[in-house]
């Protein structure tokens, strides 16, 4: 790495941290603002409110750091160019490629951090965040229970009907499983006070249960009341029951891959959803990368004239890409788009403008201009 390297990272780095940690202060602000009353009304002790904002921070890097690289960059790229230091680097013979390298490093660094949040944790946390509230300000454990939940298992023909279980697997209480034919004629019933899985074994164990089947001669149904029935070979598992239940923003990478394999019977339209954000997942850490290619050649100006459309130039281009990757993704959820095109298309087209902004101002030419009403 060279001086000119480490001065361009250090020009952007100070900014970055500024903007990063100053929305993560605005959040917290505005999220205390708006749950203290529940915190005192539940008493919430400091460690409940660590756990719970330790919770949250996975999402909010996963918001901040995009918009914190956009802005940082645009704020140290038009420094420097007011300053004529990027005049100074032209003349020296560096292009505006080897000028803004460090930076594409830089959002590769990012791009790879965000992937690592995205991947699990920041889904999570908007799926806890209610529960966490409602807890605390209750007073009770966090757990979020299915109640009076019904699972149709398409491959094997089998039904479950659970009158309680916990949403992330456990102990399933007063649970009714009907076992049919491809035909939709029952050969077996099962009913339960409580249903066990052993993930060890791969079996399920049934107490206080009773087995009913349809007597071949054409008589009364023959019923077994046992202590404890154990079912081996069952596909079912109970975060694959309590899944059909979960909505596909609130999964991470592992679990929607799950989703899909476990449920691949669903019809597609009611998959499209699961599909489109686990595209999704990949897509949005790569915001970071080609936001470098949209902001330098906004930030990099010529002349003291030049800075204010540029900087206006990039954030128009980076809010239409959040509105337009909201808008595909609700065409991906109803089946619209393949979810490829839901996911990348906005973002493809982001970088395709940033690439042909790169070439405008590496060329010397004039960027399009980009006015602000009431401003000539």
């Known amino acids: 790495m060279t001086i000119l390297d480490r001065y361009v990272l250090r020009k952007f780095s100070v900014p970055f941290l500024y903007c990063f940690f100053c929305f993560n202060g605005v959040w917290l602000v505005f999220d205390l ?25 996975p999402e909010i890097v996963v918001i901040s750091i995009p918009l914190a690289t956009l802005l940082a960059l ?26 803004i390298t460090p930076l594409l490093g830089a959002g590769v660094v990012l791009s790879l951090v965000m992937a690592f949040f995205n991947y699990e944790s920041a889904p999570r946390a908007s799926g806890v965040k ?19 939940h019904l699972f149709r298992n398409r491959e094997d023909f089998r039904t479950w009907f659970a009158g309680s279980m916990p949403a992330g697997g456990g102990l399933i209480d007063n649970v009714q499983i009907i076992q049919q034919n491809a035909a939709g004629e029952v050969l077996e019933q099962w009913h339960a006070r ?25 008589g009364p149904a023959i019923i077994e009341l ?22 596909p923003d609130f999964l991470s990478v592992p679990e929607l891959q799950e989703y899909l394999k476990f449920n691949s019977d669903f019809p597609e339209k009611r998959l499209a959803p699961y599909r489109t954000h686990l595209q999704y997942r990949w ?53 619209r788009v393949s979810p490829f095109v839901a996911a990348w298309a906005p973002l493809i087209v982001f970088f395709a403008a940033g690439l042909y902004l790169l070439w405008l101002r590496s060329t010397n030419r004039d960027l399009p201009r980009f006015r602000l009403p009431g401003i000539s």
């Open 130 to 148: 209610k529960e966490y509230v409602s807890a605390i300000k209750d007073g009770v454990k966090r757990q979020r229970v299915l109640s009076a």
């Open 283 to 335: 897509a949005v850490p790569a915001v970071c990368f080609f936001v470098v290619f949209v902001a330098a050649p906004c930030g990099i100006v010529y002349s003291r004239r030049g800075v204010l459309g540029g900087v206006a130039l990039a954030i128009a281009l980076f809010f239409l890409l959040v509105f337009s990757s909201h808008l595909f993704i609700a065409f991906g959820n109803a089946g």
């Open 74 to 99: 645009l704020y140290s790229l038009a420094a420097m160019s007011r300053s004529n230091e990027i005049i100074s680097m032209l003349g020296a013979g560096r292009s505006v490629l080897r000028i």
């Open 194 to 218: 409580r249903a066990e899985f052993d993930p060890y074994q791969a079996r399920w164990i049934l107490r206080d249960a009773r087995h009913s089947s349809p007597d071949p001669e054409g």
């Open 226 to 247: 046992k202590d404890s029935i154990v079912i081996d070979g069952w596909s079912e598992t109970p975060w694959r029951l309590a899944s059909s239940r979960m909505k």
């Open 33 to 57: 603002s708006e749950h203290l009353p529940d915190f005192v009304k539940g008493r919430a002790t400091a460690g409940q409110l660590l756990e719970y904002y330790g919770s949250q921070l």
